[in-house]
């Protein structure tokens, strides 16, 4: 029984160092949890009396863990409307505290790209970009060469990063006036949101995307803007994002993409958005994390 404490203790040493990987592999807290709580029954299984190093013994097999679950995740893949009909308006409330600085921790939309790319790429471009393991230790756990490996890892930093013509400075213009209009709405500013917007502003959106006797295009600055205030709980829980090449907004509560803002800036105004919801088109977009 001492011998088991003694392991207990130190696997907690390094249940934090795992949980934030398997929450970064799975964008979700209680999965996450539910790695790390295997990886301490298959240490509590295993012979450990020639593991020099466990916290690399640990990382390797929380990851194993991790890309089964991802893989399986991927055979049924859920749709971003499932956590909507589950929670109904909720969805959009402020995430569960213990969750929220989780995502704080890594960024939502970090969360948002990562779920866009496969299983191996996931796992491969957490453990290299984010905990810094050499792609020689990666390569066992995907089932790859190195050097495959390694390509994996590309293809989701390139996924990550996006590919855009737009000029750096009119990316910055950008993010300057949708980070106003986002804050404006995150405060329920009626008058900031009034500054942000075009007078002749624009808001078309999905259905799917609307409470019910909404309307699926809103025109006019005072219109747009009261309807945002209206909306305020969305955007407690939206962030920052390159959408198909351009700084846009994503609605993403506890990590999980609902909504896409698609906008267009004009001068230093908004000037037009576009709200997706339909699943089918919230895949087809290039999503990516804005540089800082």
């Not at 390094?14 to 539910?34: I, K, N, P, Q, T």
């Not at 230790?137 to 996006?162: E, M, Y």
Request: proline fraction near 4%; include cysteine; charged fraction near 25%.
């Amino acid at each position: 029984m001492r011998a088991e404490d003694a392991l207990a203790r130190r696997f907690e040493t390094h249940r934090a160092h795992l949980r934030a990987v398997a929450y970064r592999m799975l964008g979700s807290l209680s999965e996450a949890d539910d790695a790390v709580q295997e990886t301490w029954l298959r240490l509590a299984r295993a012979d450990t009396d020639e593991v020099a190093n466990l916290a690399g013994w640990l990382t390797t097999v929380v990851s194993r863990i991790c890309l089964d679950m991802l893989r399986t995740r991927a055979a049924r893949r859920e749709e971003p409307m499932d956590l909507l009909a589950e929670l109904g308006d909720a969805a959009y409330d402020r995430d569960p505290e213990h969750e929220a600085v989780l995502i704080d921790s890594v960024g939502r939309a970090l969360l948002v790209v990562l779920d866009t790319l496969g299983p191996d790429e996931r796992v491969a471009f957490v453990l290299h970009d984010l905990f810094a393991v050499p792609f020689e230790q990666i390569a066992p756990i995907v089932g790859r060469t190195t050097a495959t490996t390694k390509k994996l890892a590309s293809r989701a930093r390139q996924r990550t990063r996006g590919g855009t013509t737009t000029p750096p400075t009119e990316l910055a213009e950008q993010r300057r006036v949708v980070e106003a209009f986002l804050t404006a709405a995150r405060g329920g500013d009626l008058d900031a949101l009034l500054a942000v917007l075009a007078p002749d502003v624009v808001r078309v959106a999905d259905p799917a995307a609307l409470p019910s006797g909404m309307s699926a295009v809103v025109r006019g600055a005072r219109a747009v803007a009261e309807e945002t205030v209206l909306l305020q709980r969305r955007s407690r829980v939206a962030t920052l994002a390159l959408v198909n090449g351009a700084v846009g907004v994503l609605v993403a509560p506890r990590g999980r993409l609902l909504l896409a803002l698609m906008v267009t800036v004009r001068g230093d105004r908004v000037a037009r958005y576009e709200v997706i919801a339909d699943p089918a088109r919230l895949r087809e977009l290039d999503l990516a994390v804005p540089a800082a």
